[in-house]
């Protein structure tokens, strides 16, 4: 009786994302409908059906289909299962590419990621580093943290990468004490975005920026942080770039927006 009451309840949940999706549709709000179809409806099936979270299946596929301590082919593997099998978002490989540009141009000794998901770009990004350099990423879900660890070490970097579980803005003040961070040559932007504007002004206020510091922000378009772009463009302190690209795994039109501290 219990077992029949869950399968209604999640077939009622179900009908309501369908309802929501066709909702989107009519508003011809191609983005959001696929971010829905991907994120919740047949993710949620997925795990119901598999009785397993998405980001397990994707660590399971690149503990059995890549290399160990190959970094390559960890993001090579996960890129595969994601165009492939199922949606998720991590920056992905054409907005990797961006990425791995700022890094290599920037060259830091101490990068900071706000938002691990998987642990994806801290591999990519981690595989860049100089000797001696290190990565401090945060992620606020202890699940996705569990994953991204693993990956991590599965890939072999876990050396110059340390996840730092917790909300970013409880994490940021504590960068300078608790993690001996002077200053951060490199933060990539790629948590929740209502949180991109005000964790922008607390770095700042914890002192954290030096001159020619770069910040590089993912999903300026979609799912869209206006208010960080309205606030970055605006301010005298940095100076930015905006990188037109695609949303991750998709044809959805994204950007990436990178802001030079000036000092």
Same mark, same amino acid.
């Not at 989107?24 to 997925?46: D, M, P, Q, Y």
């Not at 540009?101 to 998901?117: D, H, I, M, Q, R």
């Not at 001159?211 to 208010?227: F, M, R, T, W, Y």
């Given at each position: ?14 009908? *309501? ?8 549709? +009519? ?10 179809? !991907? ?9 119901? *059906? ?7 299946? *994707? ?18 593997? %996960? ?17 990797? +590419? *961006? ?52 990956? %991590?070490?599965?890939?072999?970097? !876990?050396?110059?990468?340390? %996840? ?12 300078? =004490? ?12 790629? !948590?929740? =975005? ?51 690209? !695609? ?5 959805? =039109?994204?950007?990436?927006? =990178? ?5």
């Amino acid at each position: 009786m219990l077992e029949s009451s869950s399968v209604l309840l999640f077939i009622v949940f179900v009908l *309501i994302f369908v309802l929501l999706l066709f909702t989107v549709l +009519i508003r011809k709000n191609a983005a959001a409908v696929a971010l829905i179809w !991907h994120e919740i409806i047949r993710e949620k099936i997925t795990n119901f *059906i598999m009785n397993q979270s998405k980001e397990q299946r *994707i660590l399971d596929f690149v503990l059995q289909n890549a290399v160990r301590g190959d970094p390559c082919s960890v993001v090579d593997t %996960i890129d595969k299962y994601c165009s492939q099998k199922e949606w998720a978002m991590n920056v992905g490989n054409e907005k990797g +590419i *961006i990425l791995d540009k700022t890094v290599e141009e920037v060259n830091p000794s101490v990068a900071l990621e706000l938002g691990t998901y998987c642990g994806y770009s801290a591999v990519r990004i981690a595989q860049l580093l100089k000797p001696g350099a290190r990565l401090l990423t945060v992620e606020f879900n202890p699940k996705f943290a569990a994953i991204a660890k693993q990956m %991590i070490e599965f890939a072999g970097v !876990h050396d110059k990468v340390k %996840i730092l579980e917790g909300p970013s803005e409880e994490i940021i003040p504590q960068l300078k =004490k608790k993690y001996e961070v002077d200053t951060l040559d490199f933060v990539f932007l790629d !948590h929740w =975005k209502d949180r991109y504007t005000p964790d922008t002004i607390l770095i700042q206020e914890c002192n954290l920026l030096r001159k020619g510091s770069v910040l590089l922000a993912d999903n300026v378009i979609v799912p869209g942080a206006p208010e960080f772009l309205n606030y970055i463009r605006n301010n005298p302190r940095f100076q930015c770039t905006n990188y037109p690209s !695609h949303l991750e795994y998709m044809k959805v =039109k994204d950007a990436m927006e =990178k802001a030079v501290f000036l000092g």
